[in-house]
C-alpha cells in the first residue's frame, strides 16, 4: 500500500483559503465517479432483471401464503435455509405480478450488504426521478420517498438480506400502492414488526418433490423411474433436487441410477457432509453427494477437467455476483491454464448443471454460485489449495482494480468480492504473508467518500493483524498507517497526530530511523503538524527528510517529490510566495523530465506553483496556468478524481481576483455538485468548498453597493 501523500493544505487552513486540500498529491483515492446527464425518469410500466426462473417450477403449497400474506401487510419476510427456494419463490411471485400487471414497478435488489444495496437504491432513484443526485445515501432516501408518495403500484424484492442491521432506515415503506418482499437466513425478532410478516419456508411437500423432478425429466423417457424414492433421499430440497435432475438427463440414465450413485458415494463424503451445517442434520451428506455428482460431470464434458477449477474459484467470491474476468485475470488464468473461451465454455457447463448461472450480459457480476455450492466446493479443498487459492485470487481482483476508479460499479463489485473472499478464506489471505488487497479494498472504500467505513473496517483488519502476526509486524503496522491518513481526512487531528506519533516510535525502535517506512512516518506527522499551525517545524523536517532520502541506499524519487512539495509549502508561508515558486520550479525542474509530465506528482507540483503566483500578485497569469493544469489532469486523472476537482477549486479562488467574487462563487457551486458525486458531504474538500462559497456570496457586492 503507498504510504504517502498529505493530508489537507496549510494556506487553507492558516490564511482561511479553502480551495482545497492541495497536499493530497500522489494519492489515488479512486471512487471517481461519472454521471449522465439528468434524463427523463423511467416510464412506467418498468422491472429490473431478476434470476432466471428455474427450470419446471412449481408452484408451491407456499406461494398461496405468499400472497395471502402479501393481502394482510405491506412487507412479507421469507425466512429458511440455504437452498430451499426462497429467491424462487421470490421469482415466481414478481413474474406473476409483472405478468398480471399488479404492479407498474417491480425491483429486484440485493440486499447482502448495506453500502451495496444504498448503490441500488441510488441507481434506481436517479431511474425513477431522472436524476443522479450527488449523495447515494440522500439518493437512496429519495427513492424510499418516491416509494411512499407515488401513486403507481410497485414490488420490491430484497433478496439475501444478510444482517437486519442493514436495513435499518432503509426498508422500504408501508404503502397502499406498495409491497416488500425480502429473502433471507435469519430468524431475527427484528424482522418483525408492525406491518411485516415473517413466513417460514419449508421443503417441498412429497408431492411438490415428485412433481418437479417429473416435470424436468418429461422429455427423457423413463428417467422419472424412482423419482419419489430420490426425493425422499434428497429432503425433497429444491436445490438438490435441480441438480439431480440435471444429472440424470445429461448421462440419460433414470433417477434409479442416481439413488444408487448417491446411496453409494455417502460413505465417502460423510465428513464432508457433516461440515455443511447450514443444511438440516438428516439432509447434510445428500447435498454433498449431489454437489459432488454434478462437478464431476461437468469436468467430463469439454474443456474435460476444467469445471471443477473454475467452480473452486468462484466458491471464494461473492455469491451474488462476481466478475468473469477474474477467472481470466493473470494469476488465476495461469493456475486454470486455460484460455478465455475454455473458461466460458466450462462456466456454460456449469450453468447447465445448475451448478451456478451465469449472465454475460450482467457487467462485472456475470457469475452466481449459491452459498451452498460454494460451501460444499471449499470444503473439498485440499490443505495445499485452502492455503494457495485465495491468495491467488486476491492477486486477480488486484489486477482488475483500475488505477483511477471511473466506474463505480465496478469498483463496488471488487470491494465486495474482496470482503467475501476474505470472509471465505480466512487466515489463508494472512499466511505466510498478508494480502495487500486487503487494505487496498479499504483504502478504495474510503476514496469513493466513505471513510468512516473504511475506518470501521480497518479496525477489524488491526485486530486480526495483532492476532495473527503480532502487534509490529510490517503489515500490522501498515494498517496503523492508513487509519491515521483516514482518521486526519475525517478531521479527527488528535487522534491521528497520537497514532502517528506511536507508529513512529514503533518504527524508529523496529527499523531504525533511516528505514523507509520510519521516513514515510515522520514525514506524514509533520505534514500534519504543518497543516494544522507547526509550519517551522514541519519545514525543518522537511528539508532533513528530502537529504535522507537522496542519500539513501535506495532513493526514491516520488518520495523526494513529496518531501521537496511539503517544503516548497512551509518556505511560502515563512519567507513568501516568491519563494515557494522558486523551489516549485526547480522542483519541475529537476524532476519532471524523469518522471514525465502525466505523473500525478508532478501535475499537482505544477498546481501548486500557479497557486502561489497567484499569492505573488499574478492573478493572471497563474490563472492560464491552472486552466493547463486542469485540462491536463482531466485528462490523465479524470475531471472527479480529487487532485482534478481541489486544483478547480484553486482555480476558483483566483478568478475571484480576475473576475471577482460572484463569478468565483458560481464556478465554486458547479465544483461542489462534483465533489459530492465522488465524497460524502462531511468531507474536508465538501466543507471547505461551501464555506467558500458561503463567503464569496458575502463579499460580492450588492446592487446597492456598486
Not at 500500500?1 to 493530497?24: F, K, Y
Not at 423411474?225 to 439431480?244: D, T, V, Y
Not at 517545524?537 to 518520495?559: C, F, K, M, T, Y
Amino acid at each position: 500500500m503507498a504510504e504517502s501523500g498529505g493530508r489537507g493544505n496549510p494556506v487553507n487552513i492558516v490564511r482561511g483559503d479553502v480551495h482545497g486540500t492541495l497536499l493530497q498529491v500522489g494519492e489515488l483515492h479512486g471512487g471517481v465517479h461519472l454521471h449522465q446527464r439528468p434524463r427523463a425518469p423511467l416510464a412506467l410500466p418498468g422491472r429490473s432483471t431478476w434470476p432466471p426462473r428455474a427450470g419446471a417450477l412449481q408452484e408451491r403449497s407456499v406461494g398461496a401464503e405468499l400472497v395471502e400474506a402479501l393481502g394482510a401487510a405491506h412487507t412479507v419476510v421469507l425466512s429458511g435455509m440455504g437452498g430451499i427456494g426462497k429467491s424462487q419463490l421470490a421469482v415466481w411471485l414478481a413474474e406473476r405480478v409483472w405478468a398480471a400487471g399488479d404492479a407498474e414497478l417491480v425491483l429486484w435488489l440485493t440486499a447482502s450488504s448495506r453500502s451495496g444495496l444504498v448503490w441500488e437504491y441510488a441507481r434506481w432513484a436517479a431511474a425513477v426521478t431522472g436524476v443522479d443526485d450527488r449523495d447515494p445515501e440522500v439518493a437512496a432516501r429519495k427513492l424510499l420517498d418516491w416509494l411512499a408518495s407515488t401513486p403507481a403500484r410497485w414490488l420490491i424484492v430484497l433478496d439475501d438480506l444478510r444482517s437486519p442491521r442493514d436495513l435499518v432506515k432503509l426498508w422500504p415503506p408501508g404503502s397502499a400502492t406498495g409491497r416488500v418482499v425480502v429473502t433471507t437466513r435469519r430468524r431475527d425478532a427484528a424482522l418483525r414488526s408492525a406491518g411485516r410478516r415473517v413466513l417460514h419456508v419449508d421443503a417441498f411437500t412429497p408431492e411438490e418433490s415428485e412433481s418437479y423432478v417429473t416435470a424436468c425429466l418429461a422429455d427423457t423417457p423413463n428417467a422419472a423411474e424412482g423419482a419419489a424414492e430420490l426425493a425422499a433421499e434428497l429432503g425433497h430440497l429444491p436445490l438438490a433436487l435441480a441438480q439431480a435432475a440435471a444429472v440424470v438427463v445429461e448421462q440419460e440414465q433414470t433417477c434409479a441410477w442416481y439413488l444408487a450413485e448417491l446411496r453409494d458415494r455417502r460413505r465417502t463424503l460423510a465428513a464432508l457432509a457433516r461440515d455443511l451445517d447450514m443444511l438440516p442434520d438428516d439432509q447434510e451428506h445428500t447435498v454433498a453427494a449431489v454437489w459432488s455428482l454434478s462437478v464431476e460431470q461437468a469436468d467430463r464434458t469439454e474443456p474435460v477437467g476444467l469445471a471443477g477449477a473454475v467452480l473452486a474459484v468462484l466458491a471464494l467470491l461473492d455469491p451474488n455476483g462476481a466478475p468473469e474476468a477474474v477467472l481470466t485475470a493473470e494469476p488465476v488464468a495461469a493456475r486454470l491454464d486455460a484460455d478465455a473461451d475454455r473458461v466460458r465454455q466450462a462456466l456454460r457447463n456449469l450453468h447447465k448443471l445448475n451448478l451456478l448461472t451465469h449472465t454475460p450480459d450482467d457487467a462485472h457480476t456475470e457469475v452466481r454460485v449459491h452459498v451452498l455450492v460454494q460451501r460444499a466446493t471449499r470444503d473439498r479443498y485440499t490443505t495445499s489449495v485452502a492455503a494457495e487459492l485465495p491468495q491467488t485470487v486476491a492477486t486477480a481482483l488486484m489486477t482488475l482494480w483500475p488505477p483511477v476508479e471511473r466506474d463505480i460499479g465496478l469498483a463496488n463489485v471488487l470491494r465486495r468480492n474482496t470482503a467475501a473472499l476474505h470472509s471465505a478464506a480466512g487466515r489463508a489471505l494472512w499466511r505466510p504473508e498478508p494480502h495487500p488487497v486487503l487494505v487496498f479494498a479499504e483504502n478504495s472504500l474510503a476514496s469513493s467518500g466513505q471513510p468512516a467505513a473504511a475506518l470501521d473496517h480497518l479496525a477489524e483488519l488491526r485486530a486480526i493483524a495483532v492476532d495473527t502476526l503480532g502487534p509490529e509486524h510490517p503489515y500490522a503496522l501498515a494498517i496503523r498507517f492508513a487509519i491515521a491518513q483516514w482518521r486526519a481526512e475525517i478531521g479527527d487531528v488528535r487522534a491521528a497526530e497520537a497514532e502517528y506519533e506511536s507508529l513512529l516510535s514503533t518504527r524508529q525502535r523496529l527499523f531504525g530511523a533511516d528505514h523507509p517506512d520510519t521516513l514515510t512516518t515522520r514525514a506524514a506527522l509533520a505534514r500534519l503538524r504543518g497543516c494544522t499551525g507547526d509550519v517551522v517545524g514541519a519545514l525543518a523536517v522537511s528539508e532533513d527528510l528530502v537529504a535522507q532520502w537522496r542519500h539513501a541506499a535506495e532513493p526514491d524519487d516520488l518520495q523526494v517529490v513529496l518531501l521537496r512539495t511539503d517544503r516548497a509549502t512551509w518556505l511560502g508561508l515563512t519567507e513568501g510566495p516568491a519563494r515557494a515558486v522558486a523551489e516549485f520550479d526547480a522542483l519541475l525542474e529537476d524532476h519532471g523530465p524523469a518522471l514525465g509530465p502525466d505523473n500525478p506528482l508532478i501535475l499537482a507540483a505544477r498546481g501548486h506553483c500557479a497557486l502561489w503566483q497567484s499569492m505573488s500578485g499574478d492573478a493572471t497569469g497563474a490563472a492560464s496556468a491552472m486552466e493547463r493544469v486542469i485540462e491536463d489532469q482531466t485528462a490523465v486523472l479524470g475531471p472527479f478524481h480529487p487532485q482534478t476537482l481541489a486544483m478547480r477549486g484553486s482555480f476558483a479562488h483566483v478568478r475571484a481576483v480576475t473576475h471577482g467574487p460572484a463569478r468565483a462563487a458560481n464556478e465554486l457551486e458547479a465544483l461542489l455538485e462534483d465533489q459530492l458525486r465522488v465524497f460524502d458531504t462531511d468531507h474536508q474538500q465538501v466543507r471547505n468548498t461551501r464555506h467558500s462559497i458561503t463567503l464569496l456570496r458575502d463579499s460580492a457586492p450588492t446592487p446597492e453597493t456598486r
